[in-house]
């Protein structure tokens, strides 16, 4: 039987051999503990599912994804990963692996959902993009509903963060809407060959739309827009933005006073709740 990829000296032994140059930028860090990597796919409760696995890499998850799946469609960046990944994983690519090369913010997931019928996101994903990503791919998907994404633990604390605290932004709002998530349990950072600077997470995702899927990108400029200056106030924040009248802005103050709150309230005060209750009531005058 051959080794573990997800091991310390086979991922070595891959990265020398292939001469791969890893690129801090592209968040490389490959998981090497496979009890972690079992422990990913056991919470993940594979049965007869199509993964989206975003940043296969050399496939430190995918070796363990493509024995307990129907398929897997792997989406990685680096043509100096996927060419070793296409190497090691031959005899499944075109049937039990799809390999698509480009940019994860680049794919439309609702054109990969119809096409390949994926239904779950499991995924080591690449710091960087990790909070933008995971906003695309619940908005733009439908079937697809449920993730177990590892991600660095301040990209995690920033999802779940409470309001009136320093890590409550714009994205906390917009992830919220989205889903639903919780913490599964950490990955200390000596679980990945580089080691990064910070500990990881695994979160599970539970896809729970909370507004109108028409009205999110909508909301979503709306949250921005009140985010836009956390040193200002929410009302000054918006006085800023060019779509939005004087008009707006009064009624606005008044739907603040009819929620009890304060006109001088800054932008991470407000609940999820509150958020979608301001929407729901300026939205048609917007
Ligand atoms: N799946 C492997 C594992 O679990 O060890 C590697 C995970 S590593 C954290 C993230 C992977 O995402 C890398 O292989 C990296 O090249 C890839 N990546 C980085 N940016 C990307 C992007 N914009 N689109 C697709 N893949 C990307």
Not at 112 to 135: F, Q
Not at 176 to 184: F, G, P, R, S, T
Not at 261 to 277: A, F, H, P, Q
Request: glycine content about 4%; charged content about 30%.
């Amino acid at each position: 039987m051959s080794p573990y990829i997800s091991t310390p000296k086979e991922t070595l032994r891959i990265i020398e051999e292939n001469d791969i140059k890893l690129k801090k930028n592209f968040g490389q860090n490959f998981l090497v503990d496979t009890n972690i990597a079992r422990k990913i796919i056991d919470l993940a409760n594979i049965k007869k599912d199509i993964i989206l696995e975003v940043g296969c890499g050399i496939g430190n998850l995918t070796e363990l994804l493509v024995k307990k799946s129907d398929k897997v469609i792997c989406i990685e960046l680096d043509y100096n990963l996927s060419r070793v990944f296409k190497k090691i994983f031959s005899s499944y690519i075109g049937n039990k692996i799809i390999l698509l090369e480009g940019d994860a913010l680049g794919f439309n997931y609702s054109e990969i959902e119809k096409r390949y019928r994926v239904n779950k996101l499991v995924s080591n994903l690449p710091y960087k993009i990790a909070a933008p990503l995971i906003l695309k791919i619940f908005l733009e998907s439908e079937i697809l509903d449920d993730g177990y994404v590892t991600i660095q633990k301040d990209i995690a604390e920033r999802i779940l963060a409470k309001p009136k605290t320093k890590d409550y932004n714009a994205f906390t709002v917009k992830a919220n809407i989205l889903a639903d998530y919780n913490i599964e349990f950490t990955v200390p950072r000596n679980c990945f060959i580089p080691k990064p600077n910070v500990d990881s997470a695994v979160v599970k995702i539970t896809k729970n739309i909370k507004l109108n899927a028409k009205k999110i990108n909508s909301f979503f400029d709306f949250v921005d827009a009140c985010f836009a200056n956390r040193r200002k106030k929410l009302v000054n924040s918006l006085k800023n933005n060019s779509s939005i009248s004087e008009h707006n802005i009064a009624l606005l103050i008044n739907f603040l006073k009819k929620m009890g709150k304060n006109k001088n309230i800054r932008g991470e005060e407000l609940t999820i709740k509150e958020y979608i209750y301001l929407y729901e009531n300026l939205i048609s005058y917007l």
